[in-house]
């Protein structure tokens, strides 16, 4: 069973930073990949990274490429989004995803797929 609880969202100015925080709790020999994801106002959930909780590999859309980093932290079962430079367009709700089943984490997030489990999300706000 796959739980997943996010915090850390917060209102910040253009330019700051956040670090958004993801407690996960899973079977290891059914999930390897924690995914970062957001949904702004009227649009469709979008896929910002992914870490495999194994080797650490991590994959990245490109909007995000040296703004965003993702990592995890397997004792103590996190698994992080660091935010820097932070625009009025980052505005969204923030979650993270895990799936269900071994695989390639990178084609797995941006994959349409019921494998996905998620939280319940954190609201970040840049204005």
């Known amino acids: 069973h796959v739980q997943l609880v996010e915090s850390g969202g917060d209102s910040v100015q253009p330019g700051g930073s956040l670090r958004l925080s993801c407690a996960f709790s899973?079977?290891?020999?059914?999930?390897?990949?924690v995914a970062w994801f957001r949904q702004r106002p009227g649009q469709e959930r979008e896929g910002l990274a992914v870490?495999?909780?194994?080797?650490?590999?991590?994959t990245y859309i490109d909007s995000v490429k040296g703004r965003f980093t993702i990592s995890r932290d397997n004792a103590q079962k996190m698994v992080y989004l660091q935010m820097n430079s932070l625009k009025p367009e980052d505005t969204a709700m923030y979650y993270c995803?895990?799936?269900?089943?071994?695989?390639?984490?990178?084609?797995?997030?941006?994959?349409?797929?019921?494998?996905?489990?998620w939280g319940q999300g954190t609201q970040v706000t840049v204005s």
């Open positions: 870490i495999d909780l194994g080797g650490g590999a991590e």
């Open positions: 899973v079977d290891r020999h059914k999930t390897n990949c």
């Open positions: 995803a895990a799936n269900g089943v071994l695989q390639n984490c990178g084609g797995w997030y941006l994959r349409s797929t019921d494998d996905k489990y």
